[in-house]
């Protein structure tokens, strides 16, 4: 099993940063890919950004410019640096891994609110 523990949302005006991480532990082996996805209400899931561990990124249109992918394959770490954050982007993100056999993880969420 793998578990994932994301941290750093909370409530920001517009215009503003916040930086994600999530941590992963368990089994986690090989070339795993780590990435976030946002799920707003009443909308589907959908891709913010994927990063390999030869840091190959993968960025959603939303999202280019603005967010940075970043990982820490020592500690298995995996962060989205947000700058410009605006209304649209509020949501549920949700830190993902993919091992190599293609099994898929999923972190629990943690809510980012942008409002004036």
């Known amino acids: 099993q793998v578990q994932l523990v994301e941290s750093g949302g909370g409530l920001v005006q517009p215009g503003e940063s916040l930086r994600l991480s999530c941590a992963a532990s368990?089994?986690?082996?090989?070339?795993?890919?780590m990435g976030w996805y946002r799920q707003a209400p009443e909308k589907q899931r959908e891709l913010v950004a994927t990063?390999?561990?030869?840091?190959?990124?993968n960025y959603a249109d939303s999202a280019k410019g603005r967010f940075t992918i970043s990982r820490d394959n020592g500690k298995a770490t995996v962060h989205l640096q947000m700058n410009s954050l605006k209304p649209e982007d509020t949501a549920d993100y949700y830190c993902?891994?993919?091992?190599?056999?293609?099994?898929?993880?999923w972190g629990k969420g943690t809510l980012v609110t942008v409002s004036s």
């Open positions: 993902y891994l993919r091992r190599p056999d293609g099994i898929i993880y």
């Open positions: 990063i390999t561990i030869g840091s190959t990124t």
């Open positions: 368990g089994n986690i082996f090989g070339a795993y890919t």
